[in-house]
């Protein structure tokens, strides 16, 4: 029996946030049952197509799969479990807005089968929240932390965001401390990308010289890490933070190349070397339209994939992947470490990691 990451991709949101490209459909929540029942047809299709598979990781992301009811996150998982293996020990994770859950929700996601909690907070400030267009306060998103806990969430993470717009150091630290008083055992912090399109953009272009510059952003990476290391996270991937035994196990698969399934609209998958994406269009997901032409990659693109996302973790990949001359003059300059037969960045290296991929490749 072939084991597979599982991701679903719920594309409702309550409102559009300003930096998201994502795709997601803001005030659509009436065709979530529709949507629910399409899901099911494709993990239907899937079986006949790929025969038994064991999920030992589910993601539900999105968008706002907090936007599910608890009955909706049952039947959800009921679904799952009638078309997939579920591994016993398998991580189960959902993405959630502080401003989208309670009490009630959280039990009812815990009882369906959720074992981790990805809280999307982005800041514990109140103005820049404002900023980033999050329908929830600084309050009520430690108040979802704690509710998480409450409801048995033993395995709960935080997403972070730096270099946001008038940002300043001691907002920035401010927020990781806050977190850190919380029943996190994950924590993601991730720089803001300005996405063409987006609200984010024309606010951008409109005030030049509002985002922090890059070497401040730099210096919120490195403080950030700083603190977090300080109460036992470790980085094991450019953006990511754990207590030992708490790193995603699901995002894993991704940066080392494992086979996952994605189910729902605009979800990406890498199926037996094969890549393939579903349709981006809601309605034409809910007619029933499903992946494009899958892509067969060859051993070149593997290579170069293997070596993008596997220099992107702790663990790096294995040194003899590489090539030796380079190697050694990444090494020598102090960006990169060769241990137990694997290559993997340092900090400083970290910091330019597109420049040490280039070199390598």
């Known amino acids: 029996m072939k084991h597979i990451a599982l991701y679903i991709h719920i594309p409702f949101c309550a409102r559009k946030c300003a930096y998201c ?44 799969p907090s936007l599910l009811t608890g009955d909706q996150m049952k039947r959800l998982m009921e679904s799952v479990r009638r078309w997939f293996a579920v591994s016993p020990d398998a991580e189960i994770t959902s993405e959630a807005n502080p ?21 999307g907070v982005q800041s514990f400030d109140d103005g820049l929240l404002r900023i980033l267009g999050r329908i ?6 430690e108040d979802a932390a704690y ?10 993470s935080v997403d972070l965001m730096y270099a946001l717009p008038g940002q300043r150091m001691d907002q920035w630290l401010s927020s990781v401390e806050t977190a850190l008083t919380l029943p996190v055992k994950h924590v993601s912090c991730y ?13 951008v272009e409109a005030h030049p010289g509002c985002l922090p510059d890059d070497e401040t952003a730099v210096a919120m990476q490195h403080e950030a890490a700083r603190l977090l290391r300080a109460r036992g996270f470790l980085r094991y991937e450019i953006s ?22 994605g189910l729902g609209c605009a979800a990406h998958s890498l199926m037996n070397g094969e890549r393939f994406s579903n349709t981006a269009s809601l309605e ?8 494009g032409e899958p892509e067969t990659l060859t051993e070149r693109d593997a290579y170069e994939e293997t070596v993008m996302l596997g220099l992107r973790t702790r663990e790096g990949v294995p040194a003899f992947l ?17 241990e137990d037969g694997r290559a993997a960045v340092t900090e400083a290296g970290a910091d330019v990691l597109n420049a040490v991929i280039l070199e390598l490749m």
Not at 284 to 291: F, I, K, N, Q
Request: net charge negative.
């Open 191 to 203: 720089s803001l990308i300005v996405e063409d399109s987006t609200p984010m953009k024309a606010m």
């Open 147 to 156: 509710m998480a806990a409450d409801a048995g969430f033993t395995n709960l």
């Open 99 to 119: 401003g989208t859950v309670d009490a009630a929700k959280l039990a009812a996601f815990r009882e369906a089968g959720i074992n981790r909690l990805s809280l």
């Open 21 to 64: 490209d994502f795709t997601s459909y803001p005030g659509r929540t009436e065709r979530i049952p529709d949507y629910l029942d399409q899901l099911e047809a494709e993990m239907r299709a899937s079986a006949g197509r790929y025969g038994s598979l064991t999920a030992d990781t589910v993601f539900i992301g999105g968008g706002t």
């Open 240 to 261: 990511n933070y754990a207590l030992p035994g708490f790193e995603s196990r699901h995002n894993l698969v991704y940066w080392r190349r494992g086979d996952y399934l």
């Open 284 to 291: 034409e997901y809910l007619a029933g339209v499903r992946a």
């Open 322 to 338: 590489l090539p030796a001359a380079p190697l050694e003059k990444l090494a020598r300059a102090g960006l990169m470490h060769i």
């Open 136 to 141: 929830h306060t600084a309050r009520e998103a």
